[in-house]
């Protein structure tokens, strides 16, 4: 395990074989949330449109961790550069600081330039084989520089999950009386908890013109949902304030899907059951983790109707867990946590059997990679 400075809750891979070795990990889990995903499907927490549009926000996630990969491919071989160690959040998370995220989407505004003046790949390697046959060294330095290349390429294909995915439609079905369904989706790179976040709203649309190509809500709707998606606020404080905002968009379901926190023997500190877990584990290398994943969901019950002197206004009424932790005060209809995990860390988990993960759905990797529900 690498060093790590107690009196922080960030670390810096000061190695290059540590950020590979980190890299890889978060490689092999990314692949396999799309089939957790799909096992989510079948019981029927998402719906087919809601695995498409999940795919495309995990394929995401693992762009933005290749173009970090490249850009920390030699992290600590070279002195005199800017920002060369990758930093994360090893108390909270496992994933990536919220700057780390910052800093990739300005290089992304930028790649263009940056590639203009940089030598192709081509070019590079043949320079690195003159250098290693001739000069009998490594060619560190071009190592470097075919590294920023690739990176840049890779941020110029674009396709990446930054800070702040703008809100998108998807169109439903028609409704009863001439409305519209849709499933809006957006996701944040949170800045307090440094993990990826996505949400998930159905909404009924009774305006005259179809949300996505009215020029006039559609962009009020995009800056509201952005601004509300903090970490903090419930879901019933976003669900509430769009529907009095916007008074002929319904929101039936909202749901708010964590990804993380990841934990890892080799790269963050845990406590209570989990540490006893991965210390127990004693699993190989890349398989000494596990991943939470949490969806909080609220539910529209029911629509009542406010009267006013010349029109008529509906307002959800949304459906509140008196049993959820926190009671009605926690804002949500239901909370479903899920842990992902290999087989070896599993199995000890079982036989601890903790009290606060029992109630938890785990998904087991298989040594084959399979997906398998412990039920």
Known sequence: MPDLDLTTDHKALDDDLAARRYFKKFAAITRLL??????????????DLDGAVLEDYINAIARSFKALSLKYLVSGRLDGIGQKHLTIDLLESGFPIFQEIVT???????????????????????????????????????????????????????????????????????????RRGYLIHWGVYDSQLNVPIIYLMEVVDSGRKALPTD????????????????GGLKLLT???????????????????????????????????????????AKAAEGEDWALAWTTEELVSERVEV????????????????????????????????????????????AEKDPEGFRAMRKYVVGKDGRVLVAR
């Open 238 to 280: 976003i669900a509430r304030g769009f529907d009095a905002d916007f008074v002929d968009l319904h929101p039936k379901r909202l749901r708010r899907l964590t990804l993380g926190p990841m934990y890892s023997q080799a790269f963050t500190l845990q406590t209570g059951a989990m540490r006893e877990v991965l210390d127990g």
């Open 34 to 47: 799309i089939p957790v995903s799909d096992e989510m499907e079948k019981d029927r927490a998402f719906s």
């Open 306 to 349: 406010e009267k006013g002197w010349f029109s008529e206004t509906e307002r959800e009424v949304f459906r509140l867990d008196p049993f959820a932790p926190g009671g009605e005060e926690s804002g949500v209809t239901r909370v479903t946590r899920s842990l992902i995990l290999p087989e070896r860390p599993y199995q000890v988990l």
């Open 215 to 230: 020029e006039r809500r559609w962009p009020e709707v995009q800056a509201h949902l952005l601004a509300q998606s903090v």
């Open 104 to 178: 990739m989407a300005n290089d992304a505004a930028q790649a263009e330039r940056h590639l203009a003046g940089m030598a192709e790949p081509e070019r590079l390697k043949d320079e690195m084989v003159r250098q290693i046959v001739g000069e009998r060294v490594v060619p560190t330095k071009l190592q470097y520089a075919l590294s920023q290349r690739l990176y840049f390429e890779t941020l110029r294909t674009g396709g990446l999950f930054f800070a702040q995915m703008h809100p998108a439609a998807e169109f439903i079905a028609d409704v009863s009386g001439g």
